[in-house]
């Protein structure tokens, strides 16, 4: 099954880049949005090299790449309004992107930093959540909360609102999944279960999943499953925007299979050669999603030099942000870390975090001094 | 003898508890044809087959749940969780069905389960995968949960505790499974310490200091520290959890008349608390210091940056040392 395209699925774009029609989808897009698609496109694969050799640098502990999935989450993530949830996995750098996070907060949950690093409300993007399902509920309640505030159905384009929630092939098989389909069903909540479907999970291919292709899992408790190309931008998009639509309409949710591959390793301490053929890899190669897409702007006239010229500038001023950046981040304080486990103080937390700080302190008055982690040195030579 | 890291002393002590009982299954995620992701499954499924070696689907849930049935069956499951904080979605089949249907039976039910855990800290990784969760599993009735903390240990403890006819938490310290150390494979089951013994592992007349999994060596490293000084500290590993052999460490310190208990879960709520109260309990004339405790903090393990800080280090268990001489 790797490498053949499944039955039903919706493309606009052939891998040649070739734009075809579809009975149900369609995008008509001027020339600005088109490149607008491209340039994020790039922008976010750039991240992703970039992100990959500061792995390897050290920069970063791990990191967890998207490539081959950048038309899956841009196409998706471009579709959604200000107003809009997203509720992400640990891979959404591309959904990250077109939320308008600064892709130096990302890094910092792979660099150690912290364990997030953007406004979850401001951006309306959630946490990146590394339970695999485990945010998919809580995007479901959320679609609750926007159906019970009266942001759904009032025909103002910028009042209602929808919720987006991301999982993985492998995540499917998680209970959760399945209850906040059904629960998304119940209450006919404004959300869109977005799946991308990369082929693997790790070492697991998608057949130890599921036995059904997995957006027909979905029909089962009422949401309708859609199945598109997820390497190709223009029908994600157009799959992602009418099932938005639908939900932000109070037509209640659907279910969104992209279909894609993940070019790379799980994560870098993976080592996908272990499971996988490069032959496989290699009919994927040709599916590319920002080759396809190129083909087709080439086609229609609309890249010129200036424009891919000044794209790749961006791309290098990217990369060097991300670069200089990541040197940058600052180090969590030792003491920071008792800040936000709760809004009001918590006896045990305080007693704790006061015996810490004179711990700490009892090092600064030592003869020796300095951080008690970069010598060897016992703590006896401040005690006796 | 060969010396193995602790993570292929687990896989040739799974090896030898398959060959000995066809009965035994593994279950997990990415542990057939990968070897699981710290490999201590490596090459088994390749010698057992799929049918004993199960790559199964992404839910936890569905693997402990499947596994309380196989065992119905006369199975002998060894589920591998991939990392601690994946555990959860199984939580409810842990606690409301693994543990409770031989009671609820009254004994007519047998769950001979394993859980293997990855734990602990100290691996730079991000969220959920350095967590010590073995408080709540040892708060479970029904279960017994035990932890490594040597090549030798995990090679007879993983065999002992798939021959448990109880349900057993495995808990295996991350940080330690590239440690090296002499395992004789040549002994019996029989032979060698029960499961449920704590041991000794360095004498010393001053502060009893227990650990258990990946704080023991840290206990070991602060006592040399301590040795230099002129304090000797008795190490006390303490293998199992639940239950707690409190009787090796009352013995100890009854002798030493101190204690510090260390581990990296948070002290609040934790098995050093339970430890604590118990030794208070049976030693309370011995005891010259009020018993402390070395751990992480009542705080979600924070970022890796400052996972360094959040846990015990040498110099956290010499400041307990220092406190508890001086009371
Ligand atoms: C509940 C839970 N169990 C196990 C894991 C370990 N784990 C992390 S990613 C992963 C594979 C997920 O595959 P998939 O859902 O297809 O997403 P992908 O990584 O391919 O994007 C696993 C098993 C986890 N994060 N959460
Ligand atoms: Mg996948």
New interface residues.
Partial sequence: MPGGDPEGMVQLLTPAGERVEHPDYDVALEPEELLGLYRDLVLVRRVDTEANALQRQGEL??WAGLLGQEAAQVGSGRALRPQDHAFPT?REHGVAWCRGVDPLGIL????????GGWDPVAHRLHPYT???AAQLLPAVGCAMGVQRDGAVGTGDPGRDTAVIGYLGD??T????ASEALQWAAVFNAPVVIFCQNNQW????PVS??ARVPLHRRADGVGVPGVLVDGNDVLACLAVTRAALDRARSGGGPTFVEAYTYRMGAHTT?DDPT??RSAAEVDVWRAKDPIDRFRRYLESEGLLDEDFTTALEAEAEQLAEHLRAGVRELP????L???DH?YAEP?E??EE??EE?AA?LA?FDAAPSGGD??QQPA???GR?? | MPNLPLAKAINAGLRTAMERDPKVLLMG??I????G?FRVTEGLQKDFGEARVL?????E??IVGTAIGLALRGYRPVCEIQFN??V??AFNQIVTQLAKLRARSQGRLELPVVLRIPFGGGI?????HSESPEALFAHVSGLRVVTPATSADAYWMIQQAIASPDPVVFFEPERRYWDKGQVETDATLADVAPLHRARVVRRGEHVTVAAYGPTVRLALEAAE??A??GTQLEVVDLRTISPLDVGTVAESVRRTGRLVVVHEAPT?GGVGGELAARITERCFYSLEAPVLRVGG????Y?????????LP????V??AV?RSLAA
């Fill in positions: 502990g791990l640990y910092e949950i792979f660099r150690g930093t912290s364990h590394l339970v695999i492998g995540a098989s998680q209970g959760e999970a790790i070492s697991e130890v999943q301490s272990r499971y180090e969590p304080a030792p920071a870390m008792f486990a918590h045990q937390v704790e975090r810490f711990y009892s008690p982690h016992t703590v006896a005690t006796r | 995620e990415d057939g044809r990968l070897g992701v790559d199964t689907p992404l839910a849930a569905g904080g994946f959860y979605p730079g990784s991000v969220e959920h520290a301590a230099e000084d609040f903090f009542h705080l979600p924070p970022a890796a940056r400052v996972e360094e800080h959040y280090g040498v110099d956290r010499l400041d220092d």
